[in-house]
């Protein structure tokens, strides 16, 4: 984690500009002697390994800073979006190794015939379509022609709902971008695993299992699919990353309330301090989902744990 946050700080040092450039080329009657006292005010007039070891020390005390955009400190910036994109990100995830799994398993055991042979093409055409694309052609189709769910927004503004209602509006508002990020992950988990149970159903132990008599519902089930999925929760876990540099352009095209959008308006502004701290939490849940992977390993395979 200390090389992760300090490659970022020097790497964000690299971009021209800071965010007293964009707010004097905002006002449009900034003067020299203002940006000046407001780069001493921010701390960017100081030189990069003392504005570094500031940011090491306050960042120790879980402190990560105040936002020049914002006039807030960053922390409470990054809690009022986390929410929201863990939500996008689990749904989508979620949908797409339900959908995934389905999918492959339904080719493995159809392999060679028509069902494997149109599921296949589906996912190739899945895998190489890009998310944005996706997810303009889901409003196209859904929010203008359909009507049928909302083109963006994270709930119905003023409508007030609690309860349950409140959950059903957000539902409403989060199918389409679930679905638009998932798209990528369904073809890759439907392919992997696909091509896991198609490898383990010729092992020894599947073959034990046949003998003894056991339905071949119960063999796929209980024994095929269990071991084929431990690649595909491994591939699960790392691709955690790549669906976070995805919500940066599926909450942008949805415009979903969340870290995406965050760090676009934060690139946008110059606004390094909000990046240096969603980089941060991006990488403790990255860290975070590769232990609970390595976790779900060993209830999948018994033998990790006697290891």
Do not use: C
């Not at 960017?44 to 879980?62: C, G, K, T, V």
């Not at 339904?106 to 190739?124: E, N, Q, T």
């Not at 007030?160 to 209602?165: C, D, E, M, R, V």
Request: aromatic residues 6%.
């Amino acid at each position: 984690m200390l090389g992760v946050v300090v490659l970022n700080f020097l790497l964000l040092q690299l971009v021209p500009g800071d965010a007293v450039d964009v707010m004097a080329a905002e006002a449009g009657s900034a003067t020299a002697e203002t940006m000046a006292r407001m780069r001493t005010h921010f701390g960017l007039d100081l030189p990069i390994l003392e504005r570094l070891m500031i940011y090491l020390s306050h960042l120790a005390q879980l402190d990560l800073g105040i936002s020049p955009r914002h006039n807030q400190p960053v922390l409470h910036l990054i809690a009022a979006r986390m929410g929201n994109t863990l939500l996008l990100m689990l749904t989508a995830l979620g949908l797409a190794l339900a959908l995934g799994v389905l999918l492959g398993a339904i080719m493995a055991s159809k392999v060679g015939r028509w069902p494997d042979r149109v599921l296949s093409v589906l996912a190739l055409l899945l895998y190489s379509t890009p998310s944005f694309w996706l997810g303009l052609m889901a409003i196209v189709l859904f929010a203008v022609k359909l009507g049928w769910l909302p083109p963006g927004g994270h709930e119905t503004i003023g409508a007030g709902y609690t309860g349950w209602a409140h959950v059903v509006d957000v539902a409403h508002y989060l199918l389409l971008p679930a679905l638009a990020m998932a798209g990528f992950f369904v073809a890759l988990f439907a392919r992997l695993t696909r091509a896991a149970m198609l490898e383990v159903r010729h092992l020894d132990f599947v073959r034990t299992a046949i003998a003894k008599g056991l339905s071949p519902l119960a063999v796929s089930i209980r024994h095929v699919l269990r071991n084929a999925l431990i690649p595909v929760t491994t591939v699960a876990g790392l691709q955690l990353g790549t669906l976070l540099g995805g919500a940066v352009v599926v909450e942008s095209v949805f415009s979903w309330p969340g870290l995406g959008r965050l760090a676009l308006e934060s690139v946008q502004a110059r606004d390094f301090n909000v990046l240096l701290g969603i980089l941060l939490m991006s990488s403790l849940l990255v860290i975070a989902a590769n232990v609970l992977v390595d976790g779900l390993h060993a209830r999948l395979d018994p033998r990790i744990q006697s290891r």
